[in-house]
């Protein structure tokens, strides 16, 4: 019986996936065009399996030669004179599982080749008359790169001399990781490997501009998902109805191949096959409850890079808008750790499990860093009776808590923090039985909107700060908007006034605005 995969290599035998022939067919493409190229894509993100299935595909008209770094010392890439027998080691090794004669994959292994001034003679030797491609998994698996960005500069000069007619290499070349080669200097950097000396400049300005951009969408599409459900629920016959759980799935993952499988297998294994919406939330809460590679890896490099922690906490905790310009290397890192996308030329979080994960991560860092600023005392029990969740009087208490607390404090760090002090007065009381979100998508410097999912209800929150009373009856209609495209027919508005020397008292009380009902805190 098949099972659900989220670590390793997938086998269509053995797991169930989505059909990715599409992408492999576009792939191929490029491959058949004799093109060089870098598939860099986040930590699980499907790369190794992608790769696996395109070798599979090609190997009926090419030599294809699958290495990865995975494993391998830094000493092999300490100098030319380790890299290369390295190098045709494993080559020699890949080809014997290949068609490829063993005299051929003997042919490879020449103890002579030390230098990429030899190896660049070796390989027009060997891939005279054949069409060889070369796939390189985990390139960036080495922290000493400059051995290896040599070796993709040789490999360039090799490429141009061959379309000039004058040399014999590789027909195709694909490299696979998370970092970009042209991202690798920005890594060197980080880990303060790189001198900035006007050789290495040169060197790693353009180690690969001959590679053509890869622009294939490597997620998974609502209806990807539906060929893997298709499979699960034909051998399990659960009567869940597929196109509504793929949706749903979507929905928090946006298609990122890890969360996708996990959820399912959350499903499949832990929560008694209940494929339903209430099962995918359920899953969801599974997920961000566990400590597991892909968030480590997150937060590592939130530490890691201290500016594009700031860029994620100034989107997704202060609402602030930031243009999404690929160019710049924060954002540029950020996607490339498959945390930030672009959502109509702003800065966004990728998927809603990213935003409840780093959203929870940040108002604890950020809580610990001012514990003394804290609204606590209530209790998960104060405001949850018989199961549900009751919104209005977890508000009432925020307000008094609130006044009573930062009644005479500074404006400006109230500004700041007001969104934080109320995401770190709600996380703990839903903490368990349900979870929150951030909609990006709605957020900006003026609103922020929340919902939250708890049992079987739902609550749309929407946070403002004060911008006068003739805003008011806009932020009803922008709350309402908002409901309506969640299908709520109540809605909460918690307003920030700032202003000094104003009344401090909260007001707090139900309204109706176009036959809704809408439950206005101003504090």
Same mark, same amino acid.
């Given at each position: ?46 790369? =190794? ?87 390189i998994d985990e390139i ?54 790189? =001198? ?137 890192f950020g996607v490339m ?184 805190v101003v504090i």
């Amino acid at each position: 019986m098949r099972k659900f995969n989220t670590t390793g290599l997938c086998v269509p035998e053995k797991h169930y996936m989505v059909d990715i022939s599409n992408k492999v067919d576009q792939i191929k493409e490029l491959v058949d065009d004799q093109c060089y190229f870098t598939i860099n894509r986040a930590r699980q993100y499907g790369k =190794t399996t992608t790769l696996a299935f395109l070798e599979n595909i090609l190997k009926n008209e090419y030599i294809t030669i699958s290495i990865s770094f995975e494993g391998i010392g830094d000493g092999s890439f300490e100098s030319q004179e380790s890299f290369c027998p390295m190098l045709l080691r494993r080559i020699s090794k890949a080809l014997d599982f290949t068609p490829a004669s063993k005299m051929y994959a003997q042919e490879w292994l020449n103890k002579g080749v030390s230098s990429f001034e030899l190896l660049s003679d070796h390989i027009t030797r060997v891939c005279k008359g054949k069409k060889i491609v070369l796939m390189i998994d985990e390139i960036d698996k080495t922290s000493n790169n400059r051995v290896f960005v040599h070796f993709l500069g040789m490999l360039r000069d090799k490429f141009l001399a061959r379309n000039n007619g004058r040399d014999y290499t590789f027909h195709s070349v694909i490299l696979a990781g998370v970092y970009d080669i042209k991202n690798i200097k920005l890594k060197m950097v980080n880990e303060g490997s790189y =001198t900035h000396a006007p050789e290495e400049n040169k060197l790693y300005n353009s180690p690969w501009n001959i590679a053509v951009s890869f622009e294939i969408d490597m997620s998974f599409s609502p209806t990807e998902i539906v060929t893997m459900l298709t499979g699960y629920e034909s051998d399990h016959n659960t009567g869940m109805n597929i196109p509504h759980i793929a949706e749903e799935i979507h929905n928090y993952t946006s298609g990122y191949p890890f969360l996708v499988s996990r959820i399912c297998q959350c499903l499949d294994k832990n929560l008694d096959k209940n494929w339903t919406t209430d099962g995918v939330q359920e899953a969801v809460k599974i997920i961000l409850d566990e400590q597991n590679t892909l968030f480590d890896d997150i937060f590592k490099n939130l530490e890691a890079y201290k500016d594009l922690y700031d860029l994620v906490y100034s989107v997704l905790i202060m609402g602030q808008q930031r243009d999404f310009v690929i160019h710049h290397p924060l954002i540029q890192f950020g996607v490339m750790f498959g945390f930030l996308k672009n959502n109509n030329r702003k800065v966004a979080i990728s998927n809603k499990i990213f935003e409840v994960a780093m959203s929870n991560y940040l108002i604890t860092e950020e809580s610990l860093r001012n514990s003394d600023k804290q609204i606590t005392g209530v209790l998960p029990y104060d405001v949850v009776q018989n199961g549900k969740f009751d919104m209005e009087l977890c508000l009432r208490k925020f307000a008094e808590h609130y006044t009573e607390l930062f009644h005479e404090h500074d404006a400006k760090f109230l500004e700041k923090h007001g969104r934080l002090l109320f995401l770190s007065y709600l996380k703990p009381l839903i903490n368990g039985k349900g979870f929150y979100h951030i909609e990006s998508q709605f957020t900006d410097l003026r609103r922020m909107d929340i919902v939250v999912d708890f049992g079987q209800e739902q609550y749309i929150i929407e946070l403002k700060l004060w911008h006068g009373e003739k805003y008011k009856q806009e932020a009803y209609q922008q709350l309402l908007g908002y409901m309506a495209s969640k299908n709520a027919h109540t809605g909460y508005l918690l307003t920030f006034d700032f202003r000094k020397g104003q009344n401090k008292q909260p007001s707090v009380g139900w309204v109706v605005f176009e036959e809704k009902r809408i439950f206005d805190v101003v504090i």
